[in-house]
Nanobody
Framework: QVQLVESGGGLVQPGGSLRLSCATSGISFNIYDMGWYRQAPGKQRDMVATITSGGSTNYADSVKGRFAISRDNAKNTVFLQMNSLKPEDTAVYYC???????????????WGQGTQVTVSS
């Protein structure tokens, strides 16, 4: 059974930092591309940051220079370090795991349950 469990969310003041973790089980973590997405109330779920199985990263323009995604294949965990947080970063943050089989192109796609991040004074 595949599980993605996020942790590390909470309430932080503007300018503060948080580190999110997503611990996975039931997948061959090292072959999956991983990502963090967020969804604010009344808005769609948007990509925040992604990291491929090879370690290449991509960020939404709104978080470049402030957030950093990383992965620890030995611990089957992906992280999101969030610095200089702003009120507009307030959202539920979701972890995502993606894999496309190179031969039959079957896609494997999983989500965590989300963790709330609130940036407010």
């Amino acid at each position: 059974q595949v599980q993605l469990v996020e942790s590390g969310g909470g309430l932080v003041q503007p300018g503060g930092s948080l580190r999110l973790s997503c611990a996975t089980s039931g997948i061959s973590f090292n072959i999956y591309d991983m990502g963090w997405y967020r969804q604010a109330p009344g808005k769609q779920r948007d990509m925040v940051a992604t990291i491929t199985s090879g370690g290449s990263t991509n960020y939404a323009d709104s978080v470049k220079g402030r957030f950093a995604i990383s992965r620890d294949n030995a611990k089957n965990t992906v992280f999101l370090q969030m610095n200089s947080l702003k009120p507009e970063d307030t959202a539920v943050y979701y972890c995502n795991a993606r894999y496309t089989h190179p031969h039959n192109r079957k896609q494997y796609y999983y989500w965590g349950q989300g963790t709330q991040v609130t940036v407010s004074s």
